[in-house]
């Protein structure tokens, strides 16, 4: 049967059919009428708000996936399943982490869609820092989000059979097939579905394909991507999945989820930071502003989550020892136990880096973009902003082993800022 999206008269009779939300929609079971907008602005579902009109309090969110991709259409059909990952994502995150997941109230696997709580006080991320606001707890909750997550789906904490289990379970082809080419591999290739600016220098594009330390760093990160099943990731951590307000943080959109490597979900947040970093030069000058407070506001975030989750996952990994008696390493004295424990998180460092530098190339050049550099109206301040963002890209790729702490690419940010050579 062809895939129809609901009506809004569809969507609340199907609603008013499930105590679960009824309860969260209605006031004593009564019956009242629904304003129902569609408001998905990402690049695969639909997404519904769903409000009594009469209690504006009582709303959920209601998401569907198509049996396409919705960026494109038919012409890219996609399976529905992707729905499963998501609604399993959702729950284990949120078991995980209670206070950084919506919750879920419905799923439904016949109709490829779930109903969940509505954030109503908090908006996406990615806008909130291009209007240049702070949050002041956003950084520290991810730090937090990010410790529990990696560490509870991974062997340092799961019993082997236990993660092998859920790594099966994750097992998502199809839109780890869309990372894989989207990412990995279309981006560094003269490929039909890459859109970069024309105002881009041809040298900056050459140098994408035909420069080997870069090919060579992209390729490790791709190997890793498809090799490395460390833990459950949410697969697609930027700054849209993200929805804050100055109190809460909420992770959002896990259809991405899989068993893969604990840097690729830092890596992503990091690079979403700098590429808000580098275009703050544009929307940090709209109504004559100063940019500079803000950009290194940005980079302070990027220093807060890379420690504070480094700090947290040490802890829950040596309170897990300490509490079960198993060590990871087998029975090593103390210092050896230590030792591992540096050389893991600055192996992840490395990795965290290296595809921070591959998910901000894919987002210059690639086909999906973000709205802070597309909304740069003047194609050369734009092409500017994006050249420094190449270039600190390929640094974070090229140099990810030498750059042993995250103060280390504030500087190398800072540094990218300032630079003002065209690309050679
Ligand atoms: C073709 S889908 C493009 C992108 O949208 C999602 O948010 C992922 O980032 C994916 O790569
Ligand atoms: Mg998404």
Redesign the pocket.
């Known amino acids: 049967m062809e895939f129809e999206a609901f009506t809004a008269s569809a969507l609340a009779d199907y609603l008013g059919g499930i105590a679960d939300v009824r309860a969260r929609l209605f006031e004593d079971d009564a019956p009242a009428d629904l304003d129902i907008a569609e408001v998905g602005d990402?690049?695969?579902n639909y997404v519904y708000i769903v409000t009594n009109a009469k209690a504006r309090e009582h709303s959920v969110v209601v998401k569907q996936a198509p049996p396409f991709?919705r960026?494109?259409g038919k012409n890219?059909p996609l399976s529905c399943q992707r729905m499963d990952h998501e609604v399993a994502a959702l729950r284990r995150f949120g078991a995980l982490c209670p206070q950084h997941v919506p919750c879920v109230y419905h799923a439904d696997e016949k109709r490829f869609l779930v109903v969940m709580q509505h954030l109503a006080s908090h908006r996406i991320l990615r806008q909130g820092l291009m209007d240049g606001v702070s949050y002041p707890l956003f950084a520290q909750h991810m730090a937090n989000y990010l410790a529990h997550t990696l560490f509870h789906g991974s062997d340092l904490f799961l019993a082997p059979d236990i993660k092998k289990q859920a790594m099966s379970a994750s097992v998502n082809i199809e839109l780890c097939r869309?990372?894989e080419d989207?990412?990995f591999t279309f981006p560094y290739e003269d490929h039909s579905s890459n859109v970069y600016s024309a105002a881009l220098p041809a040298s900056a594009i050459a140098r994408l394909r035909s420069y080997e330390p870069l090919r060579c760093a992209a390729a490790d990160m791709k190997w890793a991507f498809m090799n490395h099943a460390e833990t459950l990731l949410h697969g697609?951590l930027?700054t849209?999945s993200i929805m804050v307000n100055a109190r809460e943080t909420y992770v959002i959109d896990p259809e991405?989820a899989f068993y893969g490597p604990m840097g690729f979900d830092i890596g992503a947040l990091i690079a979403n930071l700098l590429l808000a970093y580098f275009s703050r030069d544009y929307h940090g000058r709209v109504d004559g502003g100063d940019p500079r407070a803000y950009q290194e506001w940005l980079l302070e975030q990027a220093v807060t989550i890379w420690n504070g989750f480094s700090a947290t996952f040490l802890t829950l990994w040596r309170e897990h020892e300490s509490r079960s008696g198993k060590r990871f390493i087998g029975t090593a004295e103390t210092r050896v136990g230590e030792a591992y424990r540096a050389h893991f998180m600055r192996r992840l460092l490395a990795d965290t880096l290296g595809f921070a530098g591959c998910k901000m190339i894919?987002r210059i050049v690639g086909?999906?973009k973000v709205a802070e550099i597309t909304r740069i109206p003047d194609a050369q301040l734009r092409a500017q902003i994006e050249v420094r963002c190449l270039r600190c890209a390929e640094a974070l790729l090229v140099q990810r082993a030498a750059l042993t702490d995250i103060e280390q690419v504030t500087l190398l940010a800072r540094e990218t800022l300032l630079d003002k050579s065209s690309f050679s």
């Open positions: 990402g690049n695969l991709l960026l494109v890219w869309i990372t989207l990412v697609d930027h849209g991405f894919r086909m999906a």
